[in-house]
């Protein structure tokens, strides 16, 4: 048995994507830049691409940059308007602690250069409130950048209610729509969003191709200058067969979305209830508002890549956090922002669902997980300091 639970990490490409783009491989090779008619059929694609991703999102196709990705579409949103805001005058920026790398090492970056970043804290749930932004807006704020659903727990935020707040306080508003694209609706216009990053990877498109969404009337500024592609905001011969890839994987997962969502959180209720029976575990980011495939613990006494290899060993691909900090020893930052002891948040199991996993799967893993945390127990001297009464247990 092999069951792939990690699809937050990335998802397998699907099977009108993947047609999609063999077939503009082999039959529509052209640059889409070139005049004769094998680089306007290229362009025609890249026409119907940008406004089909347009049509998902309830924004017009010329508000859509085709960019290498959810990092790229991060950094050029928040670099573009730190820049437009210091031309005049306004060097100040609100996000949160619970942001991706992606945004978290730019606004570092952004600091270096003099920069003034506050990132807000989260509830123990992982949620920040419009009234947390608008105390923050200062008469220099030049961006609020706040994700619409976390990687790691699955928390999602109040995104129309923050956009309200930016809009009525004239501040430009960003979202990291990464984990939200495909799998829960999303109205840019309906929400106040004015910049929107996604990511083909994550909703069964291809990887290295994702998209930034920005208003009509926002400036942009370009981070890769060479070409006038994307009218001149990101230089570089397109990556068709991927965008067209993007474009067919986000259009099939747009119109799933209520199904999919049904389907894929019932399962995720069911794990979720049978790993909570688990003695001093606790489940990770907010209950209700949560990503319809996301089931996030900490267990005490246990080490999260101790358990991750066992699961990997009984078929069972899971994540303890985040793809992008798996590697490193620090606890991951968004189980710190929540309040969980370091001891806890070294022992996180990620497992991120999707359609493509089914009710026997979830079976299986409510029978391996609590015997592989229950075995690793037995081996920890921490964990026997607990129970015999030496330490405390944390949770
Ligand atoms: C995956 C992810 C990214 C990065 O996207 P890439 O396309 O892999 O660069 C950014 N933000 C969030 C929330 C993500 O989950």
Known sequence: MQIYADHAATTKPGKTAVRAMLSCMEQNYGNPSSLHQVGQRAAEALVKARQEMADCLGCTAREIYFTSGGSEADNQAL??????????????IISTAIEHHAILHTLKQLEEE?????????????????????????????LVSVMFANNEIGTIEPIAGIGAVCREKGVLFHTDAVQAAGHLAIHVQEMHIDMLSLSAHKFCGPKGVGALYVRRDVPLRSLICGGGQERGKRAGTENLPAIVGMAAAFREACAAIPAHAAYVSALRDRLIAGLSRIPHSTLNGDPQQRLPGNVHFCFEGVEGESLLLLLDAKGICASSGS????GSLDPSHVLLAIGRPREAAHGSLRLTLSEENTSEEVDYMLQVIPEVVSYLRKLSPVWRDMEEGRIPHVI
């Open 79 to 92: 670099r573009s308007a730190a820049w437009h805001g210091a031309q005049n005058g306004k060097k100040h």
């Open 114 to 142: 003099g920069f003034s970043v506050t990132l807000l804290e989260v509830d123990e749930n992982g949620r920040v409130t419009p009234e947390q932004v608008a105390a923050a807006i200062r008469p220099d704020t030049c």
């Open 323 to 326: 793809a992008c900090s798996s």
